[in-house]
């Protein structure tokens, strides 16, 4: 992605967002909407704030681990999930994460090769430890599921199935990647009605050459089962730190009667319903579905926008806008002319 689809994205999400923003607030009743700013307890938003924190660090310490015993540098290891959050949240279907990030590793003093495949080991595990949150949740939380999750059943579902068919390919790819090549080959066919056949073997040497590197450092980890159970649980921490922001979020607002086991039974269901929606960050999916799982712990509509709006700072804007932050200040291994280049 070069610069200017960057801005174009990224304007284009700010934009989406906005519309998303005026709508929400066509209904709501601005003189309630500043009492409850004055009302609100700021104490909990910042432990919200502490938690997104604590999810993006977690996020660097995962990337650490992969990389060991590689050296890396402190502020490059560092910026890199605000950058991959940056990518994620202007781009359809998070496609700009993992690009992001590997930037973000090249620019840290990691190979490109490793750091194309550490990336794609973290997102093996991520896509992993999403579908095990989710049936933990549905294990503790399944009537609680049953009653409030109708509206969203069919996305939830599709969002579901989608991460499950993402993590088998994947696994597909590391345990036999003789056999992926194969499929890859015939997935490739049609491209050779609209590029050269030059062309489609280039990107068919890449493509296998990808898959070999995916599959070498995917038995490296495999073979070292310490390092993958302790990156496992810590993605699934990670996870259920992000899954339990609503509810402080919340409480801040006054809502105490929210149970944080529900709270989070419920974002697994929002995360996953607006994981389909192909705009950057599920913008207005996001908004629409978390002012329809959570507006029963509220009083009214007008503390449900104000809600809805600081989760999607906190959780969100507040991602994109320090991502594009790290990604301006570059740690010393690269210089200027790299940073442009890449």
Same mark, same amino acid.
């Given at each position: 992605m070069n610069t200017k689809q960057r801005v174009f994205w990224m304007f284009f999400t700010l934009f989406i967002g906005a519309l998303a923003f005026i709508?929400? !607030? %066509?209904?709501?009743?601005?003189? #309630? !909407?500043r009492e409850q700013i004055s009302q609100t307890n700021y104490g909990w938003l910042l432990v919200a704030f502490v938690l997104i924190i604590f999810y993006y660090l977690s996020m660097a310490w995962i990337l650490k681990i992969l990389l060991e015993p590689t050296k890396v540098s402190f502020w490059g290891i560092l910026r890199?999930?605000?950058? #991959?959050? !940056?990518?994620?949240?202007?781009?359809?279907?998070?496609?700009?994460?993992? *690009?992001?990030?590997?930037?973000?590793l090249r620019q840290a003093g990691v190979s490109l090769g490793e750091g194309s495949s550490v990336s794609l080991m973290k997102f093996v595990i991520y896509q992993s430890m999403i579908v095990v949150a989710f049936f933990i949740c549905l294990l503790f939380g399944y009537q609680y599921v049953?009653? %409030?999750?109708? $509206?969203?059943?069919?996305?939830?579902?599709?969002?579901?199935?989608?991460? $499950?068919?993402?993590?088998?390919?994947?696994? !597909?790819?590391?345990?036999? *990647?003789?056999i992926t090549e194969k499929i890859a080959n015939i997935v490739l066919i049609p491209f050779h009605w609209f590029l050269t056949d030059q062309q489609v073997d280039g990107i068919d040497r890449k493509l296998n050459q990808k898959i070999i #590197?995916?599959?070498d450092v995917s038995k490296k980890l495999a073979n070292d089962p310490k390092k993958l159970i302790k990156v496992s649980l810590v993605t699934l921490i990670q996870l259920f730190v992000y899954y339990l922001i609503p509810y402080f979020i919340l409480l801040a607002v006054g809502a105490d009667n929210a149970d944080p086991m529900f709270i989070v039974v419920l974002n697994v269901i929002l995360t996953l319903a607006i994981s389909i929606f192909p705009v950057p960050g599920g913008t207005g999916g996001a908004e629409i579905g978390f002012s329809l799982l959570f507006?029963? /712990?509220? *009083?009214?509509?007008?503390?449900?926008? /104000? $809600?809805?709006?600081v989760w999607r700072i906190i959780t969100y804007y507040f991602g994109i806008f320090t991502g594009l932050i790290a990604y301006n200040v570059i740690p010393n291994q690269l210089d200027e002319k790299d940073h442009v280049e890449n």
């Open positions: 709508y929400s !607030f %066509h209904k709501v009743n601005i003189r #309630e !909407f890199t999930p605000f950058m #991959e959050q !940056f990518g994620n949240g202007i781009t359809p279907f998070s496609v700009g994460g993992q *690009p992001m990030q590997i930037l973000g049953a009653n %409030h999750m109708l $509206a969203m059943t069919s996305l939830v579902v599709f969002g579901i199935v989608i991460h $499950a068919l993402v993590l088998l390919v994947l696994i !597909f790819i590391m345990f036999f *990647p003789p #590197e995916f599959h507006s029963s /712990f509220l *009083p009214n509509h007008t503390v449900t926008i /104000f $809600a809805m709006l």
